[in-house]
């Protein structure tokens, strides 16, 4: 069993739609991350959080350290956010990557 | 500020050859790392550094080599190219302060070996 779950693996959604990625971790961790990786295969980094809700735009990131359970949320989805959204962990300074949500917005 | 610089984009070897890839942050960081990405896999770690001088290994360390003779270059070697190294890798960095630091990627190198 992969020690970084994420959910669905793949997503599609009509412009506008509100987007929920999920990821769930079995192992204790510093921090959780969210990455974007785009079409072109560039990552960039969302969110970093060790605790609660943090919040850029449209996009929101919250987690529950007792549930082991993180969410990304994207409020009003439009087709430029079509990328795969990564779920990381972080333990013991090393980074622990899901298999990302491949999500597609259709205008 | 360039950020993770990595070179090259696309490469193409055949088996039993080596190459280097290429990593260079300019943001002081002390951590880099590196990853393959294969289909249906997470990012996994190849090989990481926590400063200059120091290298480990990572998940998948096997047929690559690395060093780290200064803060801002890390790079890959492949010692020989077998088809099983095809992959996307990344170079990754961030500072090293007990965790919680945002990670800077390369923009990714597609290698095919055959």
């Known amino acids: 069993k992969n020690e970084v779950e994420q959910s669905p693996q793949n997503l599609t959604a009509q412009e506008g739609e509100f987007i929920t990625i999920n990821c769930s971790y079995s192992?204790?961790?510093?921090?959780l991350h969210w990455l974007q990786q785009h079409p072109g295969g560039g990552i960039v980094s969302l969110f970093m959080?060790?605790?609660g809700k943090k919040k850029h735009g449209r996009l929101i990131a919250t987690i529950n350290i007792q549930e082991k359970h993180s969410s990304l949320h994207i409020t009003a989805s439009h087709p430029r956010d079509s990328a795969v959204y990564i779920c990381a962990v972080e333990k013991s300074d090393k980074l622990i990557f899901g298999t990302g949500t491949r999500l597609q917005v259709f205008p | 500020n360039a950020g993770v610089t990595q070179t090259p984009k696309f490469q193409v070897l055949k088996t039993g050859q080596s190459m280097t890839l290429q990593c260079a942050q300019d943001?002081?960081?002390?951590?880099m790392s590196w990853y393959r990405q294969d289909p249906g896999m997470g990012l996994r770690l190849i090989h990481y550094?926590?400063?200059?001088?120091?290298?480990d290994q990572g998940e998948v360390p096997n047929g690559y080599n690395v060093s780290r003779s200064t803060t801002e270059d890390f790079p890959l070697r492949l010692l020989s190219a077998a088809p099983s190294q095809t992959s996307v890798y990344f170079c990754a960095s961030s500072y090293l302060t007990g965790g919680n630091t945002e990670a800077f990627f390369g923009q990714g190198t597609r290698l095919t070996v055959v």
């Open positions: 943001m002081n960081h002390e951590y």
């Open positions: 550094s926590v400063g200059a001088g120091i290298t």
């Open positions: 959080l060790s605790s």
């Open positions: 192992v204790g961790i510093s921090a």
